[in-house]
């Protein structure tokens, strides 16, 4: 079974940057598209960021909320095993909880924002930002 577990998530100020982490076990991480997630109490979870698998013909190709563009960066290291978002310039309402998740999602750009399409998920990792 695919295990993701998050970290990095911690109380910051508004402007401060913060990356979290994700280490995927039990599977093949090149060939599993990546996303994270966030969701804040009584909110919806909300799709942040995504990455395709390494194995995709077409090259890395990376997807943001249009909110999260300039700030937030999503990455992975195949050699770690190990997805990461570098979250820069924070602002409270960032304030949630984040999710990694994983899947086989392809080559299509809409499936990669939407959280029914991951099988994959880790148990998130609380971000706090204080003004």
């Known amino acids: 079974q695919v295990q993701l577990v998050e970290s990095g998530g911690r109380l910051v100020q508004a402007g401060d940057s913060l990356r979290l982490s994700c280490a995927v076990s039990?599977?093949?991480?090149?060939?599993?598209?990546v996303g994270w997630f966030r969701q804040a109490p009584g909110k919806e979870r909300d799709f942040v960021a995504a990455?395709?698998?390494?194995?995709?013909?077409?090259?890395?190709?990376?997807y943001y909320a249009d909110s999260m563009k300039g700030r937030f960066t999503i990455s992975r290291d195949d050699a770690k095993n190990t997805v990461y978002l570098q979250m820069n310039s924070l602002k409270p309402e960032d304030t949630a909880v984040y999710y990694c998740?994983?899947?086989?999602?392809?080559?299509?750009?809409?499936?990669?924002?939407?959280?029914?399409?991951?099988?994959?998920w880790g148990q998130g990792t609380q971000v706090t930002v204080s003004s």
């Open positions: 039990g599977g093949t991480f090149s060939s599993l598209a």
């Open positions: 990455m395709n698998a390494a194995v995709n013909l077409g090259g890395d190709r990376t």
């Open positions: 998740a994983a899947g086989i999602l392809g080559v299509r750009p809409d499936r990669y924002q939407s959280w029914h399409q991951y099988d994959y």
